[in-house]
Nanobody, 124 residues
């Protein structure tokens, strides 16, 4: 079992930046791929970004490419999502997820563990 706890959400103005963090509880975190997903009110959960176990491979949704950056620190058992150039359409609950197989993937159903989510609101 892996427990994931997100932090860093909040209210930010359009064009602003916000950094999300996800802390993992398990030592074998280093072998897991990690992903960020988001869900806006009335919409399905969607893929945002993913990173493989070593950090050498990343994937991004087209809607965030060039604005968001996913990274990880295996020594600290942390994964991060740096969000720049935020837009109102980025408003959602952001979830951190862990995938045992280790390779970065955009499909939500393959992820084994999920955090509780953190709210990000982009509004003036």
């Amino acid at each position: 079992q892996v427990q994931l706890v997100e932090s860093g959400g909040g209210l930010v103005q359009p064009g602003g930046s916000l950094g999300l963090s996800c802390a993992a509880s398990r030592r074998t975190f280093n072998s897991y791929a990690m992903g960020w997903f988001r869900q806006a009110p009335g919409k399905e959960r969607e893929f945002v970004a993913a990173i493989n176990w070593s950090g050498s491979s990343t994937q991004y949704a087209d809607s965030v490419k060039g604005r968001f950056t996913i990274s990880r620190d295996n020594a600290k058992k942390m994964v991060y999502l740096q969000m720049n150039g935020l837009k109102p359409k980025d408003t959602a609950v952001y979830y951190c997820a862990a995938h045992k197989a280790g390779y970065a993937v955009s499909l939500a159903y393959v992820y084994d563990y999920w955090g509780q989510g953190t709210q990000v609101t982009v509004s003036s």
